[in-house]
């Protein structure tokens, strides 16, 4: 048993993947955001639909791409 374990504390691994995920998400909605060809958007679009599918849990990414175009209106 280790430590985290005895104490009920989250894995460290956990923690990291968890802050990878994040990164990566924040990461891709930027580059969505910074691109100014429409190709390049829809490739991005596409990315985070794949995404969502390997992640099923997660909030959908795509949806989150889709709403900051929205903007105010949403």
């Known amino acids: ?3 985290a374990e005895l104490y009920g504390l989250p894995d460290v691994a956990d923690y990291m993947a968890a802050e990878s995920i994040d990164a990566y998400r924040a990461q891709l909605v ?5 691109s100014t060809d429409p ?3 829809m490739r ?5 639909a794949r995404y969502d599918r390997r992640h099923p849990d997660e909030s959908p990414l795509a949806d ?3 709403g900051t175009d929205l903007g105010e209106v949403a």
């Open 1 to 3: 048993m280790t430590t």
């Open 30 to 34: 930027t580059r969505y955001h910074a």
């Open 39 to 41: 190709f390049e958007q």
């Open 44 to 48: 991005l679009y596409a990315e985070a």
């Open 64 to 66: 989150e791409l889709y």
